[in-house]
């Protein structure tokens, strides 16, 4: 007999009273919750096939994904948002407080901002819509493990549309300073992007901040989609931000648009 409602343990990992629940080194341990089981079984088989991830239980709602959480110990968490019981935003943060180290991210057809800003709030990791082309499932499960912070694409442009300009954009416009040619980088470029980033750097940044995708930066710039991840992990380096999302909130923040 299965567990309450439909959590299904992962057969292949039944430990012994005294082993580490999370003694496959190397392996990412996914739950997965959703109150559709055709969504919610469809999810796991698929995550099943992926090399290096272990689906350890499958659940209905966010009372099932805190018992699971707490008997499997999972990495990471992929969580719906609207569920009969306890929805996910609730589930989120008491998992936050029971299995701090889980990393959760949301999985929904939801794409509203107050359900992105109160799971955020609540302590997951990552907003994505169930629309994800299924090849980057299993890649958003492998960032969220590596700790980085994800988006969905559509999120990140209404962020960055909603932040307002730096007030010195509106200002009239001034002689250039000595020393400084007119083809040298706008007035709104800061120093420390302008000493830091080279100009290429500079422009993906600037994609960054209006919602483009690696892929798009990548069609845009005539680059490679490799290309572009090594120029966001030196943007994020040199500016000391965390997260494309800050380098979004960064550029805008600093009138680089």
Known sequence: MTPRGHERADPEHRTDPGEDPQAVAGTVRVLVVDDQELVREGIASLLGIQPGITV?????????????????????????????????????????????????????????????????????????????PSASLAAAVRLAHAGVVQLDSSVTRRLAASLTAPTHLNAPASRPAPGRSPTSPPPGLPVVAETLLTAREQEVLRLIATGSTNREIASRLFLSEGTVKNHISRILSRLGLRDRTHAAIYAHDHGLL
């Open 56 to 132: 350890v239980g499958a659940v209905s709602d966010g009372a099932q994904a805190v018992e699971a959480a707490v008997a499997h110990r999972p990495d990471v968490i992929l969580m719906d948002v609207r569920m009969p019981v306890m929805d996910g935003v609730a589930a989120v943060a008491e998992l936050s407080r029971r299995v701090p180290l889980c990393r959760v991210v949301m999985l929904t057809t939801f794409d509203d901002d107050a359900y992105v800003a109160r799971s955020l709030q609540a302590g997951a990791v990552g907003y994505l819509l169930k629309n994800l």
